[in-house]
């Protein structure tokens, strides 16, 4: 993970012309490592089950890499604020732009890994937070379990846990409810 030197803010102008995928959180750059195979599975096992769940509804589930930039009052090349989740829900088609998604998406899902676990659990939990994410979904899959998070009075402060042999429910979206045995018993690679 490479960090701002000397303090220097960096802005979505800058990391377009580096090698390699990048995110920006309050001007710091974030080097994304390519994914493990566990990684993409599940990524892949969640837009699958998810999909047909928010078409039916008029959202768009997005997969990564594609931008989401929460600073929305500056100029898109000078954004200090640009992540890429690993799947992201977007209901309201006017937050949905060419090459990013203006604002906070209303459900974000993070697949943890050994080098983004820390930044998803802090920098990305706090950044979700305040920028008003609804909901926000940490899926650790070397523990198995997918940590559902809701948004409630500014804050999150709902939280639910779910295995392997349970049936995830959403705060945000009440009658979604998608068994997590072929998505969290993945093979050990």
């Known amino acids: 993970m490479e960090k701002a030197q000397h303090g220097r803010m960096y802005s979505y102008k800058d990391i377009q012309q580096w090698e390699g995928n990048w995110e920006l959180i309050d001007g710091v750059p974030y080097l994304l490592a390519s994914p493990s195979y566990i990684h993409q599975y599940v990524v892949g096992e969640l837009h699958l089950a998810l999909a047909p769940y928010f078409k039916a509804r008029g959202c768009h589930l997005i997969l990564s890499p594609f931008d989401v930039q929460f600073d929305t009052n500056s100029d898109e090349e000078?954004?200090?604020?640009?992540?890429?989740?690993?799947?992201?829900?977007?209901?309201?088609?006017?937050?949905?732009?060419?090459?990013?998604?203006?604002?906070?998406?209303?459900?974000?899902?993070?697949?943890?890994?050994?080098?983004?676990?820390?930044?998803?659990?802090?920098?990305?939990?706090?950044?979700?937070?305040?920028?008003?994410?609804?909901?926000?979904?940490?899926?650790?899959?070397?523990?198995?379990?997918?940590?559902?998070?809701?948004?409630?009075?500014?804050?999150?402060?709902?939280?639910?846990?779910?295995?392997?042999?349970?049936?995830?429910?959403?705060?945000?979206?009440?009658?979604?409810?998608?068994?997590?045995?072929?998505?969290?018993h993945m093979d050990d690679v």
Do not use: H
Request: charged letters at 25%; hydrophobic letters at 40%; proline letters at 5%.
């Open 78 to 184: 000078e954004a200090k604020t640009v992540v890429q989740p690993d799947l992201f829900v977007i209901c309201n088609i006017n937050q949905l732009k060419r090459k990013r998604v203006q604002g906070a998406p209303d459900l974000v899902i993070e697949v943890l890994s050994a080098s983004t676990g820390i930044k998803d659990r802090n920098q990305k939990y706090y950044l979700y937070e305040t920028n008003g994410v609804k909901e926000y979904w940490m899926v650790d899959p070397s523990n198995r379990t997918i940590e559902v998070i809701g948004l409630e009075d500014g804050r999150f402060q709902k939280r639910a846990v779910f295995g392997p042999k349970d049936v995830l429910t959403s705060f945000l979206y009440p009658d979604l409810a998608i068994s997590l045995d072929s998505i969290l």
